[in-house]
């Protein structure tokens, strides 16, 4: 067992390294509720903080703080007013939302300062760094209702935060604003967070939250691009307001600049690290540009390419390519790239004075398979192929022969190929030949 777990820990700190390397010097900014701090388990979160920090990796934390100011409201025996999910901060309100935000922030700031020897911050020194930097303006009078000292942002001091992610502290933003006439605003830590990413340009946001985004069949939703998100929104009616509110927001910060927003569900232990540590992450990814795509390979595709064939290569699946082949072919391939890496490929081959192509070197990842990511490249390959008039579609497989039959291949002699092919067929393989029309 304990190889075991040595060998799980060999192989995922080294499939971390590329996001490690991918990282530093990124600026992340990371929102999270006033419920997570009454969590036990806060300190596991405010570790990985640390470690995140220790990466090199530029971080604006932002926290909530909606249970401890309902706490003291209780306290004051003042009622919990809220409109269209809006706080309606009155005078009593506001000086409950100032006593719990300052204590709140308090608490952190001494967790993040936290330094014991052999515990997860030995040795971190990290120095965190709280200010004004967020200006507000009255939330005001919306369909009669007053909100008074509830306000919405204005401006996020980006000049101030960037030069203290510079100096290499954490900077850390509360659900307060402040106005140039001197106000105090209460504002939603999830404003405050999509406000600053997009001032600060950040690489991500990240929301912990405290549901995941789910199917109809109750699976995480792994991957959202910003059409999608749309489209999600404006066909479920009846989401949770606050998971609606954050998917507005991720759509919003999309359109202005955020490449990347991560959903992540803070009650799994380290499932910050697995987000962003591992390429299919524990959340869900909203992103501008598609998180995985097919598309025509390049010649910098070789090398994972290579990597991808090479087991099927030593199992005999496959026909060994060298890399000087490969790359002198590169063209006829198309591949499935996930996050950088290259998950699956496909091989097309037409021939001179011919209407019939030849499907070759289709290889899924072995982490990836049975998820369709094969059926995708052959589909991809069919309508290309009949926008260049291509009739037929052949194969040779020593191993895979149910998988084409069951896309539509059937068997097929060996003198229907093209005369070229009929001419390098290896008989030592065997290969069975399957053909289909399109």
């Given at each position: 067992m304990k190889t075991t777990n040595n060998s799980e820990f060999t192989y995922l700190f080294r499939n971390s390294a590329p996001?490690?390397?991918?990282?530093?010097?990124?600026?992340f900014v990371i929102v999270f509720s006033g419920d997570a701090l009454?969590?036990?388990?806060?300190?596991?979160?405010?570790?990985?903080?640390?470690?995140?920090?220790?990466?090199?990796?530029?971080?604006?934390?932002?926290?909530?703080?909606?249970?401890?100011?309902?706490?003291?409201?209780?306290?004051?025996?003042?009622?919990?007013?809220?409109?269209?999910?809006?706080?309606?901060?009155?005078?009593?309100?506001?000086?409950?939302?100032?006593?719990?935000?300052?204590?709140?922030?308090?608490?952190?700031?001494?967790?993040?300062?936290?330094g014991l020897a052999n515990s997860p911050m030995a040795g971190a020194r990290l120095r965190v760094v709280s200010g004004n930097f967020v200006t507000a303006k009255p939330y005001g009078v919306r369909d009669g209702i007053d909100y008074l000292h509830t306000g919405e942002i204005r401006r996020i001091d980006?000049?101030?935060?960037?030069?203290?992610?510079?100096?290499?502290?954490?900077?850390?933003?509360?659900?307060?604003?402040?106005?140039?006439?001197?106000?105090?605003?209460?504002?939603?830590?999830?404003?405050?967070?999509?406000n600053t990413a997009v001032a600060l340009h950040a690489d991500k946001l990240i929301y912990l939250t405290e549901k995941l985004l789910l199917q109809d069949n109750n699976q995480t939703i792994r991957e959202l691009s910003l059409k999608a998100t749309k489209q999600y929104l404006a066909t479920n009616d009846t989401l949770y307001p606050h998971t609606r509110n954050i998917l507005q927001s991720a759509a919003q910060v999309c359109e202005n600049g955020v490449h990347r927003v991560h959903i992540v569900n803070r009650n799994t232990d380290g499932a910050l690290l697995q987000e962003l540590f591992t390429r299919d992450g524990i959340g869900t990814l909203i992103s501008v540009d598609e998180y995985e795509g097919t598309r025509a390979a390049k010649i910098e595709d070789v090398p994972g390419i290579l990597e991808l064939i090479k087991p099927m290569e030593q199992l005999g699946i496959l026909v060994r390519r060298s890399r000087e082949r490969l790359?002198?072919?590169?063209?006829?391939?198309?591949?499935?790239?996930?996050?950088?890496?290259i998950v699956a490929c496909a091989a097309s081959y037409t021939f001179d004075e011919t209407d019939i192509a030849e499907l070759a070197?289709?290889?899924?990842?072995?982490?990836?398979?049975?998820?369709?990511?094969?059926?995708?490249?052959?589909?991809?390959?069919?309508?290309?192929?009949?926008q260049n008039n291509i009739k037929q579609l052949f194969v040779l497989s020593t191993r895979t022969m149910h998988w084409f039959q069951e896309r539509g291949f059937s068997t097929a002699d060996?003198?229907?190929?093209?005369?070229?092919?009929?001419?390098?067929?290896?008989?030592?393989?065997?290969?069975?030949?399957?053909?289909?029309?399109?």
């Open positions: 996001y490690i390397n991918a990282f530093r010097g990124r600026t009454l969590d036990d388990a806060f300190d596991n979160l405010v570790h990985d903080f640390a470690l995140l920090h220790s990466l090199g990796i530029r971080l604006v934390l932002v926290h909530g703080a909606r249970p401890q100011i309902e706490q003291r409201l209780a306290l004051f025996g003042v009622d919990v007013n809220y409109a269209n999910n809006i706080r309606i901060t009155d005078d009593t309100a506001l000086q409950c939302v100032k006593d719990a935000v300052g204590s709140t922030r308090c608490e952190i700031e001494a967790l993040l300062s936290m980006n000049d101030a935060i960037t030069d203290l992610l510079d100096r290499g502290n954490i900077v850390l933003l509360s659900p307060i604003a402040y106005s140039p006439t001197g106000e105090i605003f209460n504002v939603t830590a999830e404003s405050v967070a999509s790359e002198m072919e590169i063209s006829n391939f198309v591949v499935v790239e996930r996050d950088g890496m070197c289709l290889a899924v990842h072995s982490d990836y398979q049975d998820q369709g990511r094969g059926e995708t490249l052959l589909n991809y390959i069919e309508n290309t192929a009949r060996i003198n229907t190929l093209p005369i070229k092919r009929k001419t390098l067929y290896n008989y030592q393989r065997n290969s069975k030949v399957f053909i289909k029309s399109l």
